[in-house]
């Protein structure tokens, strides 16, 4: 009986519908974000990143948007959020670690997200250099097209250096490659990080 009862509570429990919250314990402003992402079960800085992007062309919606549902949903204690994170990479970066949290992620080759980032700009260059085309209108159209592209891959890269959390601890290190986390692998994070920190050490003393 007792069996037939915890089995009864366990489908009951499935058949419940998932209920949209704010996440009163992950919230940068409203916790709408962090909500969204709980109910949709990817990480919240997806959606932060979403949002911050859309802004910047939906002429406002967004932010309306934003502050209806801060208003209509409520406030709940939401579980957090466990998988792959998105986090900038401080051990492989360039210029703020982006490409390097993206590429890790992604499993890709670091070199390829930066060159996505600055394939807009690079191919602005060079067919400016080739002057490819005596029709100003056809050259006029394709520079704003290209440099709109420029703009929003300047904005998206800003947008996620501010939004996205530097993985500091071994902790997020393995979050941010989605890699099993358990007590031996945390060992072994922290071997590396001492390992990386002595060898700065070394290379510092031998500059001295």
Do not use: C, H
Not at 32 to 40: P, R
Not at 191 to 197: D, K, N, T, V
């Amino acid at each position: 009986a007792e069996s037939a009862a915890t089995e009864e509570n366990t489908r009951t429990n499935a058949a419940e519908p998932r209920k949209l919250y704010r996440d009163r314990n992950n919230k940068i402003i409203g916790g709408v974000a962090s909500g969204l992402a709980a109910y949709l079960g990817i990480d919240p800085t997806i959606v932060r990143a979403l949002l911050v992007l859309l802004a910047f062309s939906s002429f406002g919606l967004i932010l309306f948007g934003y502050v209806l549902m801060w208003i209509i949903i409520p406030s709940a204690a939401v579980e957090p959020y466990k998988g792959k994170r998105f986090y900038r990479d401080p051990d492989n970066k360039v210029l703020g670690g982006v490409a390097g949290g993206l590429a890790a992620y992604f499993d890709k080759s670091v070199k390829t997200i930066r060159l996505l980032f600055l394939s807009p700009l690079l191919l602005s260059i060079f067919f400016s250099i080739l002057n490819w085309t005596d029709d100003d209108f056809t050259f006029l159209l394709f520079n704003l097209s290209f440099g709109s592209l420029v703009g929003f891959s300047f904005i998206m890269y800003i947008t996620l250096w501010i939004i996205l959390p530097k993985a500091i601890t071994p902790y997020q290190k393995m979050e941010m490659r989605g890699e099993k986390i358990d007590l031996a692998s945390i060992q072994k994070q922290v071997r590396q990080g001492a390992e990386q920190f002595k060898e700065k050490i070394s290379s510092w003393g031998k500059e001295v």
